[in-house]
């Protein structure tokens, strides 16, 4: 089964379905597409996207209704699940008189001049009335203390509308979520679900007719104290999957000068990473290039190839793979080309191809060092990742692995493991992921 998640990251509706058939060619088994819930049509910054005007009405800079519906279809055709991201937490920060009123009198006008198009567009419900009000806002402020749970949850991210708790929040994003799965959405990542509060998130997500979907959620953490406020607790109280950004930070020490490679062997096993059943795996997410906040917690670009071997190779997980469109490289030019087109560049769709070949095969470490690890999955595969300035030399006992040829999906090297110990080379700061290929 073919698992790994391509974020489409602001990816038009129209170029999704363009390259669907290449998509499920690479072997990718979903799509994460961006929040398809309205937001302003003109805006063609990324973040627009992450504030709604209304879940009544699929239409953005990206694409209108009728072209998200046109990528569900090309992406089932080819075998491959459909993901979006929703935004549940706010609504859009909008410089008009009613701002917690959404979608505001103005735009329930330009729905009744362009009631034909809106008509096209809508989702759901009854465009003549007001989706929310005042009542069912907080009016408590912008978050000051970012460590403090109670104003997580309880004020507004940097002047977004932050919705309450009320019951016709929680009818309103059942009605918006039973919507999407008509139209054939498979599963959802919860943005910024940390700032949710606990029966907020099980009112919402923990429907009977989100059975079978894939829910995963973002809690966006960098260090242990985060994790132990924002994570942990939701993670022991739901069902749904997080990003493991536990793993992540366990990736930036294994690869820091002082850190040991020993440390990615069973990190899940230390508190270090997430269950591997309920985990989504990243090298970056959106939110790193593109929020100077968190820009501090990317990983250098070599480690970043090294932690995507690691990751595609290891048998643990849901991987995730970042592919944009230079949108951080406008600010930070060393960007440029980074994470564009990535989804179809060598190196990642060659991992790709070793995971899927594996999936499912247990993990068994053959030589495990600070510097370096090396091991199998199953009797297929032999990763080898080398975060060191030198060449690397493991010798590995052969038993248990098959014997015969093995080609390097990443590098196209070959192979002939003898014998009952072999010794092969790993250059300076590189990976090796070899699939066995024939019987000696």
Not at 95 to 122: I, M, V
Not at 161 to 172: A, G, Y
Not at 318 to 323: A, D, E, G, N, R
Not at 324 to 342: F, K
Request: proline share 5%; aromatic share 12%; glycine share 6%.
């Amino acid at each position: 089964m073919n698992d790994v998640i391509l974020h489409a990251f602001d990816w038009p509706y129209t170029q999704v379905t363009r390259q669907a058939q290449r998509i499920a060619e690479l072997g990718y088994g979903a799509v994460l597409l961006p929040p398809p819930l309205y937001s302003d049509p003109q805006g063609k910054s990324w973040w627009q996207r992450y504030q709604p005007k209304d879940y009544r009405v699929i239409r953005s800079f990206l694409g209108n209704k009728a072209e998200l519906i046109a990528t569900i279809e090309a992406l089932h055709k080819y075998g491959v699940k459909v993901y979006v991201d929703i935004v549940f937490n706010h609504m859009a920060n909008e410089n008009r008189p009613d701002p917690l009123n959404s979608p505001g009198a103005a735009e329930l006008t330009n729905y009744l001049k362009d009631a034909e198009a809106f008509e096209q567009d809508r989702l759901y419900g009854d465009l003549s009335v007001e989706l929310f009000s005042s009542e069912d806002f907080h009016h408590t402020g912008d978050i000051e203390d970012w460590l403090d749970p109670k104003q997580s949850v309880e004020r507004s991210l940097s002047g977004l509308p932050d919705l309450k708790l009320t019951e016709r929040v929680i009818t309103q994003q059942r009605l918006c979520l039973q919507a999407l799965n008509k139209l054939g959405i498979d599963g959802y990542r919860i943005d910024a679900i940390k700032h949710l509060p606990e029966q907020h998130v099980h009112s919402a997500f923990e429907d009977e007719t989100l059975k079978g979907k894939f829910l995963f959620a973002e809690s966006l953490t960098s260090n242990d104290l985060e994790e132990q406020l924002f994570l942990w607790p939701l993670f022991n109280k739901t069902a749904m999957s997080f990003y493991d950004f536990p793993l992540h930070e366990t990736l930036r020490g294994a690869f820091s000068p002082l850190g040991s490679m020993r440390e990615l062997v069973d990190p899940a096993a230390f508190g270090q990473a997430l269950p591997k059943f309920r985990a989504v795996t990243f090298s970056t997410t959106h939110d790193m290039p593109n929020n100077e906040g968190f820009r501090g917690v990317m990983l250098q670009k070599q480690d970043e190839y090294l932690a995507n071997a690691y990751l595609l190779a290891r048998d643990a997980g849901v991987p995730l793979i970042y592919s944009d469109a230079n949108q951080s490289a406008q600010q930070y030019p060393e960007d440029w080309n980074r994470w564009a087109n990535a989804w179809q560049r060598s190196d990642l769709v060659a991992m790709v191809r070793f995971h899927n070949a594996v999936h499912g095969l247990p993990e068994r470490s053959l030589d495990e060092h600070d510097g370096f690890w090396v091991f199998a999955r199953g009797e297929r595969g032999i990763a080898a990742i080398n975060k060191t300035d030198c060449w690397q030399h493991p010798t590995i006992r052969t038993e248990g692995l098959g014997i015969g040829r093995y080609v390097c999906q990443i590098h196209g090297y070959r192979m002939q493991v003898t014998g009952d110990y072999f010794t092969f080379a790993i250059a300076p700061r590189q990976a090796q992921l070899w699939l066995y290929q024939t019987e000696a």
